[in-house]
C-alpha cells in the first residue's frame, strides 16, 4: 500500500503515486465521523472538503462525551452531532448497535474513528467490513493502545510518527493505509511530541480517507 513520509515538521516528501488528484473519489464519499475528544481530526476533514481536498460529505459526527469540543466544532460547520454517551449502555455490544443504527439511518460509505477513545466490538466491524479507518500516534505495529507517545520516548526511539489504518477487532491492529514519520527530539516532551504528529496526522488523514473511498 501507498504510504506518505514527512521528512520534518516543515517539508514533506510523497511517494510518486501519491497526490490529492489522482486519489480524488469518483463520487462523493458520505462519511460518518465517530470522535470522544477535541474534534481536531474532525475539523481537518471538513476544511479539507470545504477547501475541495477531498471529495466527501460529512453526513454526521457521533460523539459519547457529552462534553466532546467536536460537537461544538460539528455545529459551526452545520454538522449534524448525535449524543451516544456509553454510559446509557450496559454492554460495548449495545452502544455498538445503536451506532450502527445511527450510521445508517444517515447513509454512511466510510466511517472515521478520529479520536474514538473506545473500544468496538464485532456488532460494528460486521456492519462496515473495511469501510471503518482509525488514525493512531505511532507507526503501527510499535506502541499500540494508549499514550502511544509516552510509549516512545520511553522506549527511547529516535522517529515515530502516525498511522492511518482499516480497523479490526484487535487494538490498532488492521491493515495500514498510510503513514508519515516525525523524528523524536533530543529535548521532547510528550506534549512537544504528540503536537509534531498531530500536524502529520492532519496532513494524510485526508489523503486516506481519499485513497479507500477510490478502491
Known amino acids: 500500500m501507498s504510504q506518505y513520509y514527512p521528512i520534518d515538521t516543515s517539508s514533506s516528501l510523497i511517494s510518486p503515486d501519491i497526490s490529492t488528484n489522482n486519489l480524488q473519489p469518483t463520487k462523493p ?3 460518518g465521523v465517530m470522535a470522544s475528544g477535541n474534534g481536531s481530526n474532525f475539523d481537518v476533514v471538513a476544511q479539507a472538503i470545504q477547501e475541495e481536498r477531498l471529495n466527501a460529505q460529512i453526513q454526521v459526527l457521533i460523539y459519547n462525551n457529552p462534553s466532546a469540543k467536536a460537537a461544538v466544532r460539528a455545529a459551526n460547520r452545520g454538522v449534524e452531532a448525535v ?17 450502527v443504527k445511527t450510521l445508517q ?8 474513528m478520529a479520536g ?15 469501510k471503518i479507518i482509525n488514525i493512531h500516534p505511532s507507526l503501527l505495529p510499535s506502541f499500540k493502545g494508549v499514550r502511544a507517545v509516552e510509549q516512545a520516548l520511553a522506549a527511547g526511539v529516535k522517529i515515530t510518527g502516525c498511522t492511518v489504518h482499516l480497523l479490526r477487532l484487535e487494538m490498532d491492529s488492521g491493515p495500514i493505509l498510510m503513514q508519515a514519520a516525525v523524528p523524536v527530539l533530543p529535548d521532547d516532551t510528550a506534549a512537544t511530541l504528540h503536537a509534531r504528529i498531530q500536524i502529520q496526522e492532519h496532513r494524510i488523514l485526508p489523503l486516506a480517507i481519499a485513497a479507500i473511498g477510490n478502491r
Do not use: G
Not at 449524543?83 to 451506532?99: F, G, V
Not at 439511518?105 to 472515521?112: A, C, K, M, R, S
Open 83 to 99: 449524543l451516544l454517551n456509553h454510559r446509557d449502555y450496559k454492554k460495548r455490544e449495545d452502544l455498538d448497535r445503536a451506532i
Open 29 to 31: 464519499l458520505k462519511l
Open 116 to 130: 474514538w477513545m473506545r473500544l468496538v466490538t464485532q456488532e460494528l466491524i460486521d456492519a462496515f467490513p473495511d
Open 105 to 112: 439511518q444517515y447513509n454512511v460509505d466510510l466511517v472515521i
